[in-house]
């Protein structure tokens, strides 16, 4: 992987609200992954809010595809477009209990004068 320019935060980047133990433990990340967003998260949300401006060609670049002008090209921003995607993305639901409207169809099957019961 070639050296990015781009300035590694002062301190870790944790986000406790969506990733409460941490993003290693979280089993989305891989530990690549999980340690570029540590060392360059603090950095990323300010270049993506606006609070830091760019100062290389790196975070030039990462401001244009936060910005959706380019695609992702290193393994740092596309760490951070999975980051985004899972902590501010809609979190889907699945359930293994059918809806009640599904049930409606199957409960004529059969009635309860077709079983004689002695």
């Known amino acids: 992987m070639k050296s990015l320019a781009i300035r590694q935060s002062a301190k870790p980047y944790i986000d406790r609200q969506k990733f409460p133990y941490g993003f290693r433990k979280s ?3 891989s530990i690549t ?3 570029l967003l540590t060392h360059y998260g603090k950095t990323l949300l300010g270049l993506e809010s606006g609070e830091l401006s760019p100062e290389s060609d790196d975070e030039k670049h990462f401001v244009e595809f936060v910005t959706g002008k380019v695609e992702a090209s290193n ?11 899972l902590a501010r993305g809609k979190k889907h639901f699945y359930t293994l209990h059918s809806s009640a409207s599904n049930q409606s169809d199957y ?6 004068e077709e079983f004689d019961v002695a």
């Open 27 to 29: 089993g989305d990340f």
């Open 75 to 85: 393994n740092l921003e596309k760490a951070w477009a999975k980051y985004v995607r």
């Open 33 to 35: 992954e999980a340690d």
């Open 107 to 112: 409960d004529e099957d059969y009635s309860d």
